[in-house]
C-alpha cells in the first residue's frame, strides 16, 4: 500500500489463464470501498423478520458487495463486525453517504461504543467509579463553568500524584448538566486508576460534600455495564472527556476472514455462530450475538461479543 492512500483500497487480481510471451501475466483494477455508518443502515432485528423476507433476500442480491470483518479488543473484550461494504459505483444505488471519522464520532450510537470500548481498555476491577456532587450555594453558572471545576479537579489530582512521584492519572468522567430557570442540576461521574487513596480523591473535590467513591467490578462484559449506564443521554445533557494517557482499542479488518457464504449460512441458522466464532478466535469465549438486516439492498449485519478465556474456562472444559 502507498503512502496516504486509502486503508479500505483493496487490489483485485486477476491472473490469466496464459503467460504472453515477454509480458507479465497479472493485471488488476483497483476497488474502493465507500466508508459508511454501516450501523445506521441495518438497524432491524432479524428477529422481526419473517422465514419469506429472509429467504427472499438471500436470494434477491440486488446491490453487489464485499463482507468485511472487523475485530476490536478492548481490555479483555472482543468484538466481531461483519457489514458488507460498496464501491463508489454501487453506493449510487444505495443512496450511501461518504462519512469521514469526525461524522461518525458525532453519532451518538458510535460515542457510546467509543467510551465502552475506551473503558474497557483502560480500566478493570478495583479502578474507582467516583460520583461528585455540589453543595447550595456552590452549583456552577452554567456548563462552561461546571466543566471548568471538573478540570481544576483533575489538575490538583495530578499534583498530588506528582508529589508522590505518580504519574498522571487516567480518567474518563462524564458531566451531567441540567438547568431550569435558576435552578441548576449538575454531577459529574469519573473512572479513575486507583493509585491514591480513596480518602484523598474525595477531600480534593471542594464544591460539595455528597460524594460517592467506590471499586469498579467487572462481570462477563468487563465494564460494559457501568459504560452504558454513564452513556444513557435521554435528553443531551451529557459530556465526556477522556486523558491523553489511555491506551486505544486494538481495530483489524479483513476481507477473507469471513467469507459471504459464512454470512447465508449464519442467517438461514445452517452455521452455529457459537461454535463458528470460537472456532475462528482462539482463546475467546463466546457471549453473544445480533443479526440486523436492510430490506432495501438485502444485506446482513453481524455483531459477535466474545471475551478471553480465562483459566476457568480451561478447567471446566477438561472437566
Known sequence: MKKGENPITVLVMYINNSTKPGGKAVSYRRLSYVDYDYETFFNKSIETASDA??????????????????????????????????TKRERGDFKLERVNKAQRN??????RKRLERLINTNFSDGDYWITLTYEPGKEPKDIDD????????????????????????KYIYVTEYAAKGKKIRCHHHLIMDSALPMDMIEKLWDKGRRNNIRRTATDECGLSGLAQYLSKDPNGNKRWCASTNLKRPKEHKSYSRIKSSHVKKMVEGKLNIKE???RQYKNKIYLYEDIRYNEFNSRFYIYIRMRDADRNDFKNKKE
Open 276 to 278: 463458528f466464532a470460537e
Open 146 to 169: 461546571a466543566l471548568k471545576n471538573i478540570r481544576n479537579y483533575i489538575k490538583r489530582i495530578n499534583y498530588r500524584r506528582k508529589k508522590e512521584n505518580i504519574g498522571k492519572a
Open 106 to 111: 458525532l453519532n451518538d450510537k458510535n460515542a
Open 53 to 86: 423476507l429472509i429467504k427472499q433476500m438471500l436470494s434477491d442480491g440486488k446491490i453487489k458487495s464485499v463482507y468485511a470483518t472487523k475485530t476490536i479488543q478492548s481490555g479483555n473484550q472482543f468484538e466481531v463486525e461483519i457489514y458488507p461494504e460498496f
